[in-house]
């Protein structure tokens, strides 16, 4: 796996070193391919995580927001194995998994819905109005006085 140094981004950068620490630490991790997922961009501040969570019910899936990091958490309840059903091939896996994703500042979780074996998480950046861009006034450093001119 080839190592980056990020050190150049340092000198013209001011407060990312938290994204630079965490693109170092995500440097050399495996992916994760179960169970599969999408990341979409639906719009300016909309995204979705769509997971394939065949077999799973909303009960067997846990989804927790704290802070920047989202965790999608998926087990079957532990069922005494059912000896009526005889598998040819199992080929739906329906094994537990944990995915965990981190989020950008200000990117919340709207909702969460389960939809033909897929679960789509949609997210949302909201800015606060004190982290939007605004116009700053330029006062200018002279002041102008009015000079008495009368003759005594």
Request: no cysteine; charged share 30%; hydrophobic share 35%.
């Amino acid at each position: 796996m080839a190592t980056y140094d990020f050190s150049p981004f340092y000198r013209s950068t001011v407060g990312f070193d938290r994204l630079f620490t965490r693109l170092d630490s995500m440097v050399g991790q495996e992916a994760k391919s179960y169970p599969p997922y999408n990341i979409e961009k639906l719009g300016e501040n909309a995204y979705r995580i769509s997971i394939a969570v065949a077999g799973f019910s909303d009960g067997d899936i846990a989804i927790e927001s704290k802070e920047n990091n989202l965790v999608v958490k998926g087990a079957k309840a532990a069922e005494g194995e059912d000896k009526s059903r005889e598998f040819l091939h199992r080929g739906i896996a329906e094994r537990a998994f944990e995915l965990r994703f981190q989020l950008a500042d200000y990117v919340e979780v709207a909702g969460a819905n389960l939809e033909n074996g897929l679960l789509h998480v949609e997210l949302k950046r909201e800015l606060p109005e004190s982290k939007k861009a605004r116009q700053i006034p330029i006062n200018s450093g002279s002041t102008k006085t009015i000079e008495d001119q009368t003759v005594n």
